[in-house]
């Protein structure tokens, strides 16, 4: 019964929009495409709220300067979106998909939620940015919906309930990894820091790194902080990392942000190394950016579509098959892939039913993500903990010649 009343409403909502796409006799633009419509352009078939469907909405920045992650999020989702709904579906049932842009913003991705809600979402894949996600998460508490984000790696994000699970590694395990990485393989020894102590994502890599670098030897001589609405010039924080000597600078930061970082360092004559996390991921796609800025900028990302395990060569021969802009061929486009398999995964172990109650699916799922181990793009034999956090090993990732290469080729090239 919980879909009767939204299926009626569906149908009456599509049949106006229909008589008025024909009346106004012309399309939507391309700005508001819809999900379906951009499922439709490249070859997917887009699946409409039902009676036997499963309904997934998304959440991200689809405009804005976050968009190439919520871009990547909904076409990566997209994809496996089509391939299992070609495949025969979960349990039966389709997968209806509609995306929702947030611009990065809280207010306005608890406003999406409300008007997927509305749709008749039954799981959300979201949100992609951490402190939209926090906000959401507060919601999806309240009517124990399952939600899976892709990339909002804060580790209070799955402390808000225990319906919300992570694709993405979370804050300070990003941070503590990062350290290790650095110290492990020699990278530097006297360490600048530049961060965001506004963002949750940010500051909670930051917190782990400086504990961490402590503990392996680092010697970090520069700690310097921005704030979101003073993220344009960062001359004081790179002067101070060049003062003290630093021979890399940690920024475990977005890439917008990076991208004026990278800028400025060179004005400044800055030759210190870069390293990031997997926020930077998506960097190269950045409308407008010297991409020759990047060149040696290193992270840690589950990702790289220059991988030659099979996994990723299938994900990435197929998102571009179907179309996709490959700008958001990164991290975010591959979390997102694997969300949707992870959800079929649990949803077959669960055996989760379209008669379900939002809240039942959701208690359901949440028990069944501790018993599951899923294979996927971003890492195999990955597991979560009760708790929301997922176990897999990240990758270290150098961008060379406006390409992201794995570590592990760049270090046997140059052998």
Same mark, same amino acid.
């Given at each position: 019964?919980?879909?009767?009343?939204l299926? +009626?409403?569906?149908?009456?909502?599509?049949? $106006?929009m229909?008589?008025?796409?024909?009346?106004?006799?012309g399309?939507?633009? *391309?700005?508001?495409?819809? #999900?379906?419509?951009? #499922?439709?352009?490249?070859?997917?078939?887009?699946?409409?709220?039902?009676?036997?469907?499963?309904?997934?909405?998304?959440?991200?920045?689809l405009?804005g300067?976050?968009?190439?992650?919520?871009?990547?999020?909904?076409?990566?989702?997209?994809?496996? +979106?089509?391939e299992?709904? $070609?495949?025969?579906?979960?349990?039966g049932?389709?997968i209806?998909?509609k995306?929702?842009d947030?611009e990065g913003?809280?207010?306005? &991705?608890?406003?999406?939620?409300?008007?997927?809600?509305?749709?008749?979402?039954?799981?959300?894949?979201?949100?992609v940015?951490?402190n939209?996600?926090?906000a959401?998460?507060?919601?999806?508490?309240?009517d124990?919906?399952?939600?899976l984000?892709? !990339?909002? !790696?804060?580790?209070?994000?799955?402390?808000?309930?225990?319906?919300?699970?992570?694709?993405?590694?979370t804050?300070?395990?990003?941070?503590?990894a990062?350290?290790?990485?650095?110290?492990?393989?020699?990278?530097?020894?006297k360490v600048?820091v530049?961060?965001?102590s506004?963002?949750?994502? &940010?500051?909670?890599?930051?917190?782990?790194?400086?504990?961490?670098? *402590?503990?392996?030897?680092?010697?970090?001589?520069?700690d310097?902080?921005?704030?979101?609405?003073n993220?344009?010039?960062?001359? $004081?924080?790179?002067n101070?990392?060049k003062?003290?000597?630093a021979?890399?600078?940690?920024?475990?930061i977005?890439a917008?942000?990076?991208?004026?970082?990278?800028?400025q360092?060179?004005?400044?004559?800055?030759?210190?190394?870069?390293? /990031?996390?997997d926020g930077?991921?998506?960097?190269?796609?950045?409308?407008?950016?010297d991409? &020759?800025?990047?060149?040696g900028?290193?992270?840690l990302?589950p990702?790289?579509?220059?991988?030659t395990?099979?996994?990723?060569?299938?994900f990435?021969?197929?998102?571009k098959?179907?179309?996709?802009d490959?700008?958001n061929?990164?991290?975010?486009?591959?979390?997102?892939?694997d $969300?949707?398999?992870?959800?079929?995964?649990?949803?077959e172990?669960?055996?989760? *039913?379209?008669?379900?109650?939002?809240?039942?699916?959701?208690?359901?799922l949440?028990k069944?993500? &501790?018993?599951i181990?899923v294979? /996927?793009?971003?890492?195999?034999?990955?597991?979560?903990?009760?708790?929301g956090?997922?176990?897999?090993t990240?990758k270290?990732?150098?961008?060379?010649?406006?390409?992201y290469?794995p570590m592990?080729?760049?270090?046997?090239?140059?052998?």
């Amino acid at each position: 019964m919980k879909k009767s009343i939204l299926r +009626v409403l569906a149908v009456v909502l599509s049949v $106006a929009m229909i008589v008025a796409c024909f009346a106004a006799c012309g399309g939507k633009g *391309k700005e508001e495409a819809s #999900s379906e419509e951009s #499922s439709a352009a490249a070859g997917g078939a887009a699946v409409e709220p039902g009676d036997n469907t499963l309904n997934i909405g998304v959440i991200g920045p689809l405009t804005g300067d976050t968009a190439v992650y919520g871009k990547a999020v909904q076409y990566g989702a997209q994809l496996a +979106v089509d391939e299992v709904n $070609a495949a025969g579906g979960i349990n039966g049932m389709k997968i209806a998909f509609k995306a929702e842009d947030d611009e990065g913003d809280p207010e306005k &991705s608890v406003n999406a939620y409300n008007t997927l809600k509305d749709w008749g979402m039954d799981i959300l894949v979201g949100t992609v940015t951490t402190n939209p996600c926090l906000a959401v998460a507060d919601y999806t508490a309240q009517d124990n919906m399952f939600e899976l984000t892709p !990339s909002a !790696s804060a580790a209070t994000v799955v402390e808000k309930g225990n319906n919300v699970f992570q694709v993405c590694f979370t804050d300070p395990n990003q941070g503590i990894a990062s350290a290790d990485y650095i110290s492990d393989n020699k990278l530097a020894t006297k360490v600048g820091v530049i961060y965001n102590s506004q963002d949750a994502y &940010s500051s909670g890599i930051h917190d782990r790194f400086i504990s961490e670098a *402590k503990t392996k030897g680092l010697n970090i001589v520069s700690d310097e902080a921005f704030t979101t609405d003073n993220a344009t010039d960062f001359s $004081a924080q790179l002067n101070a990392a060049k003062s003290g000597g630093a021979e890399l600078i940690f920024i475990p930061i977005y890439a917008k942000e990076a991208t004026s970082i990278l800028s400025q360092a060179k004005d400044l004559g800055i030759t210190a190394k870069f390293f /990031g996390c997997d926020g930077l991921d998506g960097i190269l796609g950045i409308d407008g950016f010297d991409t &020759s800025l990047a060149e040696g900028v290193m992270l840690l990302t589950p990702f790289s579509a220059n991988a030659t395990d099979d996994a990723t060569v299938k994900f990435v021969k197929a998102y571009k098959a179907a179309g996709y802009d490959e700008a958001n061929l990164n991290q975010f486009a591959a979390d997102a892939y694997d $969300a949707i398999y992870i959800i079929k995964a649990a949803a077959e172990k669960a055996v989760v *039913k379209a008669d379900m109650s939002v809240s039942d699916m959701g208690t359901a799922l949440s028990k069944a993500m &501790s018993e599951i181990t899923v294979d /996927g793009v971003t890492g195999t034999e990955m597991k979560w903990q009760a708790t929301g956090e997922v176990n897999k090993t990240p990758k270290a990732i150098v961008i060379k010649n406006a390409e992201y290469i794995p570590m592990d080729l760049q270090e046997s090239s140059t052998k």
